[in-house]
């Protein structure tokens, strides 16, 4: 299963021209290599500050452009990684071992997981696996070990 | 459910911690005990260890070294146990004991050289003197953490007889002294082709799984994929890792397009390409070319990559780069001569260079004995005859193919279209 990870911005992080501290850099390649590695990053970029985006309000019919930047840092994102791994957990296991990109500085990583087909598809009874199991045992092809 | 129960929490906690440093944890206990199932069965005993102590406790702040100390200590334990009957034992109890007082931080010592233990273990695990399928059970639970339920669901096949297979497997390497490490010079590549064979083998059977199907089953996939990312990332000079994760990552890219809601399966010309996954199509595409980047030839994974990324880059199926599709089936065909992959390269002929030329390939293919029950050859035959006009030809040929095969709804769809050959009066090339 994949998950967004979604690391929330700070005051700092929203300045204009904001340029990472280059130890931090330097860990967060580190950490990224280490996710790389074992096999568990699908995707990953970094966000531009909000002055340089802006927001579409979808308000029945109407659509207005509000440009930034934009309040509540918190409440904003600063960049984002695709994980594949196997349970929500994993992925918080992940998220924690990663370092504090504003040092001193609070900030949240949001973990959300993404639909995949699975989520939409039919699930067999116990019952329907098991007769599965039995049929599959019985072809010749599985008795090579015996 | 977790939410409410710290119990549970902390257990699905282990179960992810487990998942990420169990390998890891294995690869270093293989190097120090020089014995892969011992090491897996002292990990797992650190496993257990933790599933009573941790949800007390809390978990560690570093739960990789702390498994890996109590895996170690039951080692030396145990070796010092054994030493009485053996004198091997109680060299391998002293030379841990001393590493242990050397260095207190246990974990950067199998950290160090990590990458290598696990790209030992990966060899270890796919040795080609395992059947193919112990191979994958063992791959599945050393490199990939499943449990043995895990990988009976995801295969169909009852636990014990998983059980065994493993069992059987580390007894084997235990007798036949299977040595822990990466072979090299002439004899890497054949264990090489071993190990992309299994990780292979893994993805299909997730790859073929059905709807309704145990989802242990559909995850497969993602085990293959995440097994092949993590070798790509241990031997990056070899073309062949990038090939085969190319092929899986363009391959998995299809998995929302391959089939209808209700399961049924839809061929790659029928697919709605909106939903192809461009996210695993662009990793795909990366991997072929770290391939080209190592600068050496291709072999049959990066080939059969290559093709699939020549589907994966046409918009529509109108706009597939076929001519360069027959000269990739024209190399891999002369790396592994099959007449299945000869009839590949004739479907590409034919859409490259029209029905006529494809179709003196497929006649030729006629009196192959391995095709003889093979329900495509007919299939695509009948095809390519109905372009042609020749139409009762065509008709004999769909039904043929349709006799072959054993799919009722491919069945339906050939009987369908032999019918149609009939029903069409126009017939502008028949004389």
Known sequence: MRFMVIVKSTPEAEKEGALPDPQLLLEMGKYNEELSKAGVLLALDGLHPSSKGARVKFSGKSRTVVDGPFTEAKELIAGFSILQVKSLEEAIEWVKRGPNCSPGGDYEVEIRQIFEMEDFAPVLSEEQIQHKVAKRAALPNQTANK | MSATDPHHATHRTIEAVWRIESARVIAGLTRLTRDVGLAEDLAQEALVAALEQWPQSGVPDNPAAWLTATAKRRAIDLFRRNAVAERKYEVLARELEALEQTSPDLDSTLDNPISDDLLRLVFIACHPILPTESRAALTLRLLGGLTTDEIARAFLTPESTIAQRIVRAKRTLADKRIPFEVP?????????????????????????????????????????????????????????????????????????????????????????????????????????????????????????????????????????????????????????????????????????????????????????????????????????????GRHPEARTEFERAAALTRNTRERDLLLTRAASCEADPTNPQEK
């Not at chain 2, 073929?208 to 070798?231: F, N, V």
């Not at chain 2, 062949?240 to 190319?246: D, F, M, N, R, S």
């Not at chain 2, 790659?268 to 595409?285: E, K, M, S, T, Y």
């Not at chain 2, 002929?349 to 329900?375: F, I, K, N, Q």
């Open chain 2, 184 to 388: 090299r010079g002439p004899e890497l590549a054949a264990r090489l082709s071993s190990v992309l064979e299994v990780i292979y083998l893994i993805f299909n059977e997730g790859y073929s799984a059905t709807a309704g199907d145990d989802l242990m089953r559909p995850t497969l996939c993602e085990d293959a994929l995440r097994l092949g990312r993590i070798l790509a990332e241990l031997t990056p000079a070899e073309p062949e890792v990038h090939g085969l994760v190319a092929l899986m990552e363009i391959q998995a890219s299809r998995t929302r397009a391959r089939v209808t809601s209700t399961g049924e399966p839809v061929l790659l010309f029928d697919q709605n390409r909106a939903q192809w996954d461009q996210l695993l199509i662009h990793r795909g595409l990366t991997a072929i070319e770290r391939a080209h980047k190592t600068n050496t030839t291709r072999g049959p994974y990066l080939l059969q990559a290559e093709i699939a990324a020549c589907h994966a880059r046409a918009r529509t199926p109108s706009e597939t780069d076929w001519p360069r599709i027959v000269i990739l089936y024209t190399e891999l065909a002369q790396l592994i001569p099959s007449p299945v992959i000869e009839l590949n390269r004739a479907v590409a002929v034919s859409m490259a260079h029209g029905p006529h030329a494809g179709l003196t390939l497929v006649d030729a293919l006629a009196s192959e004995p391995s095709l003889a029950r093979y329900h495509l050859l007919p299939s695509v035959r009948a095809d390519l005859l109905y372009k042609l």
